[in-house]
């Protein structure tokens, strides 16, 4: 028997109440260290999606859209722009890489994107398979594209037309893989990278093929990236943007004024972009974080109602122990060890209730948005939260220990009929 | 071995001044106390109990004066030498039979001897319940539960406190014989208060307050 056996007994004598407790407060640890780590990740995700790329050039429209589209591949593009201009902002000494990006087409989900070579230098991925693209027709995949469609070097496809993976729009000719990114991390881990000409070609041939591919163009006009073109000459070539990585931060301040001033092209930056975009997300976590405090603080309400019922009802139990030749100092042991574990137990419960529901989510965020987002266990985060409980615990336990401190037990064992 | 000296207790914002005649109990002695409710016959054990500090005098036990010993040093020679009985009696609810003598020894750090505890289990004819939760006792198991926590650490002195005021004359005897007779075993003082007259012929020494 020691002073652990008795506190556990008694929190199993009350099952009801310890369950309710525990509960409860495993609910808003978990809700903390979820909404917490939910939003670490996504902000991570989208600043290491970013790469280097510090400008994105592309048709005018919104700033965000172009970047959502251009950089973190989740939305539609503003536009096109002609390739001859952004050929011709790629000379300025400023800048160190200019990639050309063109895309439209999807294969099971996954973009396909039209570009040089550079375009893997932006996210710093190298080959772990075959090798580069070397004429039209060919892919080199991402990571997780070739892990989740299981295609392997020589395997070839058909894309379908737009960002949604359908039977409708299928191109006629088959694009085949020569190699396989390694894992980066970054958006190109989803991408289906091909040259321009393969974009090009693809949109170009079908323009000779149907009348109906007419009506087809303009339904999708806007969201749609590429136009068709009857000359192959290079003047007439469109691109949907152009990534720009600069040599110093010079750059940052003169070309996107220069751009925005004097072109029909719009310049934005994603790191601006992004963190704007959070701005208005940011508001949601508050408002969840601030919900599971509130419930943080009810549940540990709930505690100290739980013992002080304990300490009060069981009085003469209490008083009891005190005759047996337990200290005051062993029944406040009692009743802390009884808060403590029970704040123990919620959160080791409210970590698994966190990795859970963040699993669900992260799984659903891949089925929809084709983005694998690492379940990364923050311990930051967890000793912040149970740093929080425990707190809140003590002042609960302090409270409740309050009648034993002044408990008569004269008076208590006098009363007993 | 159980000595009071001119014992007085005031409750605190009450009039009445307690003052008790003093008590002097040598070895295997034991002695009814015996009054009308209200005349201080709880006090009057609670003060030999250690469990209230009277406004004078002194109680010693075992020549240990209870006055000279601080708060913790207290609890731990009351703890380990007294036992004590109560009308209704009470075991911590949270806990099985079992669990309770364990505490019992626990808290006035004795060793825990399991067949000295089955050996009194089997005396007070409650062995069988070793495992039981104290809800599921009946009254009389309650009580010799209550007899068997108050001498399992083998105290000096026995105080107790009305044991047979809600018994019926059958189990008035029972429970008195248990107790005198775990007092024998002892080498134990036995103190009882009561206003039950039934309990006076089985005592030598009778004290009328």
Redesign the interface.
């Given at each position: 028997?020691?002073i652990w056996?008795?506190s556990i007994?008694?929190l199993?004598?009350k099952p009801l109440y310890t369950l309710l407790s525990i509960i409860s407060l495993a609910i808003s640890i978990g809700l903390l260290l979820g909404i917490r780590q939910l939003d670490t990740a996504v902000k991570q995700q989208f600043d290491n999606s970013l790469g280097n790329v510090d400008l994105v050039i592309g048709a005018k429209g919104s700033p965000l859209q172009l970047v959502l589209a251009s950089v973190m591949h989740i939305d539609n593009p503003t536009g096109n722009i002609s390739y001859q201009e952004a050929k011709k902002i790629s000379k300025n000494p400023l800048i160190k890489t200019a990639v050309p990006i063109s895309y439209g087409d999807n294969y099971k989900g996954y973009r396909i994107v039209g570009t040089t070579e550079q375009f893997a230098t932006l996210y710093e991925a190298a080959l772990d398979k075959g090798q580069l693209v070397q004429k039209p027709m060919e892919v080199v995949l991402g990571y997780t594209v070739a892990q989740q469609l299981n295609l392997k070097i020589g395997d070839t496809f058909l894309s379908s037309h737009g960002f949604v993976d359908n039977d409708m729009d299928v191109h006629s000719d088959p694009l085949t893989v020569v190699g396989i990114y390694k894992p980066t991390q970054k958006v190109i881990d989803r991408l289906i990278v091909t040259n321009l000409e393969s974009i090009w070609e693809a949109h170009d041939h079908e323009n000779h093929e149907g009348l109906n591919e007419h009506d087809d163009h303009e339904e999708h006009e806007d969201h749609e990236s590429h136009k068709s073109h009857n000359e192959h000459a290079d003047e007439d070539k469109e691109i949907t943007s152009l990534l720009i990585a600069f040599k110093s931060p010079m750059g940052l301040l003169t070309i996107p004024r220069q751009i925005n001033d004097k072109t029909s092209m719009q310049a934005a930056l994603p790191k601006y972009e992004v963190e704007r975009l959070f701005q208005f997300t940011g508001i949601g976590v508050k408002v969840i974080s601030w919900i599971a405090y509130i419930i943080l603080i009810i549940s540990c309400i709930t505690i100290f109602i739980s013992l002080f019922k304990m300490v009060k009802e069981?009085a003469?139990?209490l008083a009891?122990?005190?005759?047996?030749?337990?200290?005051n100092f062993?029944l406040i042991k009692i009743v802390a060890y009884e808060g403590l574990l029970i704040g123990l137990l919620a959160t080791v419960l409210g970590v698994i209730i966190s990795q859970s529901g963040l699993f669900f989510v992260y799984r659903m965020i891949k089925e929809e948005y084709k983005q694998t987002i690492l379940q990364n266990l923050s311990y930051i985060d967890i000793l912040q939260t149970s740093l929080w409980v425990f707190v809140m615990i003590v002042v609960a336990i302090t409270l409740s220990i309050l009648p034993i401190i002044s408990m008569n037990?004269?008076k208590i064992?006098?009363n007993?009929? | 071995m159980i000595h009071t000296e001119n014992l007085t207790f005031k409750y605190h914002q009450k009039e009445t001044v307690f003052q008790f005649p003093d008590i002097d109990l040598n070895q295997s002695e034991n002695l009814l106390i015996l009054g009308k409710s209200g005349i201080g016959k709880?006090t009057l054990l609670?003060l030999m109990?250690g469990?209230?500090k009277p406004n004078s005098g002194t109680v010693t036990i075992a020549d240990v004066s209870l006055q000279s010993l601080n708060s913790?040093q207290l609890?731990?020679f009351?703890?380990?030498n007294?036992g004590?009985v109560?009308?209704?009696n009470?075991?911590?609810?949270?806990?099985n039979v079992m669990?309770n003598i364990?505490?019992?020894?626990?808290?006035?750090?004795k060793k825990?001897d399991n067949s000295a505890i089955t050996n009194l289990l089997q005396q007070l004819n409650i062995e069988n319940c070793k495992s039981k939760k104290i809800n599921e006792l009946s009254e009389g198991q309650l009580q010799r539960l209550g007899i068997a926590l108050s001498v399992i650490h083998e105290p000096k002195l026995i105080l107790a406190?009305e044991p047979t005021a809600s018994l019926d004359d059958k189990n008035c005897q029972a429970v008195m014989s248990l107790l005198l007779d775990q007092a024998k075993k002892n080498i134990a003082n036995l103190v009882v208060i009561t206003h039950d007259q039934r309990v006076k012929p089985l005592f030598q020494n009778i004290l009328e307050l």
């Open positions: 028997m020691n056996k008795i007994k008694n199993f004598h069981r003469f139990d009891l122990l005190r005759t047996y030749g337990a200290s062993q037990v004269s064992l006098s007993e009929k | 709880t609670h109990a469990l209230l913790k609890d731990k009351t703890g380990k007294i004590l109560f009308q209704k009470y075991a911590v609810r949270s806990l669990e364990q505490a019992r020894l626990f808290f006035c750090k825990v406190d």
